[in-house]
Structures are given as structure tokens and as C-alpha cells.
């Protein structure tokens, strides 16, 4: 991102936050550094050919859609060539093309391979619907959206077909995604990797953090379509719908699978995300309408599931919150407990961010954001009632809650006994034995980021 650009990112995250969010969010860059040295780096050659010469897997086809519109001529060359490369061989390209110029045409004529397919529209209809002709187009078993200025790596689809192949007991996962990071304009220079959590359901409630590269099985995407009217956070939508079936059937079968046993993660960048000028990557607020679109699609999908509240923007852009009414824990039967932060002398001491500055908003803002976590704190945490027996089981304490809905509350006796013996780990121990039945349970562990107990 080049200095201006940064000038001018800073400039409207302080017109959004104040100049005092945008100090620390500041301090926080300088100092943290988040993957600093990172660097890709594609599989040797060696690798790449046992990938060409592995027949274990060859029945999985996949569709990968291009929506494109008046893209120049070296980003699609870039992307049509991404996808020659590929080490697995088995998928089509299809390309929809809304431009009113022969650009993209010209450009998908100077390539001959039958697998790539070009459709000319007779007008465009945006990113939704230019998508939707490329689903109707698609004879795949899974397909893959990949943005007209964008790449994939050569092991890309190799890797997405061995997570299906690798199917669980539940047989194949509906969605699969990978790790990304972000190239300069040129596709020379990578940054800013995202690497991802396994699929987390509150995560992403807050944030699409999926994104790219995501393929998604086709019957079910025919089925379930994109819409136009989330236009810019389409993908999102989609997402948000898949995960809603798969949580309404659990919901109603209690031996339903698990919306997490569906959808799977490949930790690995297969996908680079183009910044440029006119980019979302390099310049969020060249498409503020997609952030509305995406807080709209969150909405439904809060609707759809029946869940009382309201969703807000959080203050970082393509970010959200949903600001359940009155309780958390009254609408989602499928949380175990809920808890927030245990603070000391303004660090975390506790939980997957021990150590880290409160001020921080973390790696990809996660400090910042729900999401569901292996282990609460004792200290600040409320139990569902249908758990509170797991809760008392394991402490052998009355069940209390904890959780710093006023931050002069007074934890309990025992706790604070607990904290003051000589086994100093003992909280510690606690909470991983608690966090762990309540999970054995069949419950989630919902991390909100709001809560802060100061001990």
C-alpha cells in the first residue's frame, strides 16, 4: 500500500473513530507487527509435479466463476494463466463478461483450452447477477469464485480437492475455504496474509473472514442462488445462508451434523487478493455501499434464525456486531456460556490473547470481535441453565454468575480463594477442566470481547 493510500486510510479511520482510536490502532500496527517477515513462498517444483501425478483423486470437477467487466488485459492474462498452472487438472473457467468494450473477450481469445468458457451478457447486471449466470452455466461439483483481478496459487484446487476427498464421517463438506494474502498491482510482491481459523460460527457473525479462496458445492449453491440485492456482499450472503440451513437443522434434529463438520478449512494461501486503486483490498472506501450490503445480509440472516436484536457496525470498515435484546444466552440454546476479558494492570491475563495490551484490537481485529473459543474464564463468565449442572458438577459450587455486567461486582468466595492459593495455577486449570465439559456437553463457548472484569 503505497504512502498515500496509507494517509488517506488513516484519515477516514479518525474521521469514524477519533484521533484517540486512530493513535492506538496506530501504536498497535508499529508495535505488533503482526507478520512482518512473512513472505509466500510456492511449493517447490518437486511438489508441484507429485500434485500433477497424483490420480488418487480426479472426480472432483470444479467450476471456477468469473464475473468480470472491463478488466484489463494483464490482470485477466494473470488470472487465465493461474488457472492453467493448476496442478489439478479436472475444472472449467467460466467467465461472464458485462463490459460494453471487447477487452475481456480479446483478451479469453488469445487463450485455446477447451476448459476455458466465455459468455458475452447482454448487459451488465452487477457482481450478484453477472454470478448467477455463471452458477446457471457451471457443471461442476463445486464451485469457486475468483474476482477478475485476482490469482490463484498453481496447487489452489489440489488442495481444495483433497479437504473434500478427506471427507469426515458426515461425508462431503458443503463449503471449503482457504488462507489469503494480498499482491501489488504487478502480482509480484505478497503481503498481508490472513490466515484463518478453522470455521468459527460468532467469528463469523462479525466479519466474513472466509472470503477467499471459498468453493462451494454446486447443487447447493444452485439451489440457494445469489442475490442481487446484497450486491458487493453477495459472497457473505451466501455464506450466511448455508451456515443458517445447516444451524436450522441442527436446531430442530438434535443429531443434526454440525454446521462446523460441513464446512472446512485448508490452512493454506492458496489465493492472492490484487490490491490496486480502485480495489476493496487497497481501499475499503471505494465500496462502502458492499458494507451496508453485508450488515443488511446479517440482519436476514438474525431474522431467518429467529434471533431477537439489532445489528450495528463495529469501527472497523466490513466489520459487525448483533446486539442481542436483553440476552445472549435467551436466544442461542446452542452457547454453553458466554464470557469477556480478565484484565490486570491492562493486559489480558487469561484465554487465547493472554499478555496482549486491552487496547489492542489484535491480528484481523479478532480482539475486537465475538467468536467461539476452546476456554472461558471463571471470573467472567454466565452459564446457560440448561449447563449450569455441568457448571456445579465440576466447581462443586453453586452455580454464580461471573460475568462483568457491572464492573464493581464481586466475584464470589471461592474464586477468589482459588486465585490466592499457592497453586497459581489453579484458575488456570479450572477453567480448561469447566471449559471443556460445558464443550463435552454438546455446548459453544461464545468469547464477547465487551466484557472486561479488572482483578
Not at 142 to 170: S, W
Not at 286 to 313: N, Q
Not at 421 to 431: G, I, P, T, W, Y
Request: with cysteine; hydrophobic share 35%; aromatic share 10%.
Amino acid at each position: 500500500m503505497s504512502l498515500a493510500q496509507n494517509i488517506k486510510k488513516t484519515i477516514n479511520y479518525s474521521r469514524k473513530n477519533g484521533y484517540c482510536e486512530t493513535f492506538l490502532a496506530a501504536w498497535e500496527r508499529v508495535t505488533a507487527k503482526y507478520y512482518k517477515d512473512y513472505a509466500y513462498r510456492q511449493p517447490k517444483e518437486a511438489q508441484l509435479a507429485g500434485q500433477r501425478n497424483d490420480k488418487s483423486i480426479t472426480d472432483i470437477r470444479f467450476s471456477i466463476l468469473v464475473p468480470a467487466f472491463e478488466t484489463q488485459t494483464v490482470y485477466l492474462t494473470a488470472l487465465i494463466s493461474s488457472c492453467l498452472v493448476q496442478t489439478y487438472e479436472n475444472w472449467e473457467l467460466i467467465i461472464v463478461d458485462g463490459s460494453r468494450s471487447d477487452i475481456v473477450k480479446q483478451t479469453v481469445d488469445g487463450f485455446c483450452d477447451s476448459r476455458i468458457k466465455y459468455e458475452r451478457l447482454a448487459q451488465n447486471g452487477g457482481i450478484a447477477e453477472n454470478t448467477g449466470r455463471a452458477i446457471e452455466l457451471a457443471q461442476g461439483d463445486y464451485c469457486g469464485f475468483l474476482d477478475h483481478d485476482d490469482m490463484l496459487t498453481p496447487d489452489a484446487l489440489y488442495e481444495m480437492a483433497n479437504a473434500i476427498k478427506d471427507k469426515n464421517a458426515e461425508g462431503r463438506p458443503i463449503l471449503v475455504y482457504s488462507d489469503e494474502d494480498k499482491c501489488d498491482s504487478a502480482g509480484t510482491s505478497f503481503y498481508d496474509p490472513h490466515f484463518k481459523l478453522d470455521f468459527n460460527l460468532d467469528l463469523i457473525l462479525t466479519n466474513n473472514y472466509i472470503c477467499h479462496f471459498t468453493v462451494v458445492e454446486t447443487q447447493i449453491l444452485k439451489k440457494l442462488g445469489i442475490r442481487k440485492e446484497y450486491d458487493g456482499s453477495q459472497d457473505y450472503d451466501l455464506i450466511l445462508r448455508i451456515v443458517s440451513t445447516l444451524l436450522l437443522r441442527e436446531r430442530e434434529n438434535a443429531g443434526a451434523v454440525r454446521v462446523e463438520e460441513k464446512i472446512a478449512h485448508v490452512p493454506k494461501v492458496l489465493y492472492h487478493w490484487r490490491c490496486h486503486e480502485n480495489s476493496t483490498a487497497d481501499n475499503p472506501q471505494s465500496k462502502m455501499y458492499a458494507y451496508e450490503a453485508g450488515k443488511k445480509a446479517l440482519t436476514d440472516f438474525a431474522d431467518r434464525m429467529g434471533w431477537k436484536g439489532e445489528v450495528r457496525h463495529n469501527k472497523h470498515l466490513g466489520f459487525y456486531r448483533i446486539e442481542y435484546r436483553n440476552d445472549v444466552l435467551t436466544h442461542r440454546p446452542d452457547l454453553a456460556a458466554v464470557g469477556g476479558y480478565v484484565v490486570r494492570h491492562g493486559k489480558i491475563v487469561s484465554g487465547i490473547y493472554r499478555g496482549q495490551p486491552l487496547v489492542y484490537a489484535g491480528y484481523m481485529n479478532r480482539m475486537d470481535l465475538y467468536q467461539n473459543i476452546e476456554t472461558l474464564d471463571i471470573r467472567n463468565l454466565a452459564v446457560n441453565r440448561e449447563y449450569q449442572p455441568v457448571y456445579e458438577s465440576v466447581t462443586g459450587h453453586a452455580y454464580e454468575t461471573t460475568l462483568a455486567t457491572d464492573a464493581k461486582s464481586e466475584l464470589p468466595p471461592w474464586i477468589k480463594e482459588l486465585e490466592k492459593s499457592q497453586d497459581r495455577h489453579a484458575v488456570e486449570k479450572l477453567n480448561k477442566r469447566l471449559s471443556a465439559a460445558l464443550r463435552g456437553a454438546g455446548g459453544r463457548l461464545l468469547l464477547d470481547p465487551e466484557y472486561i472484569r479488572k482483578v
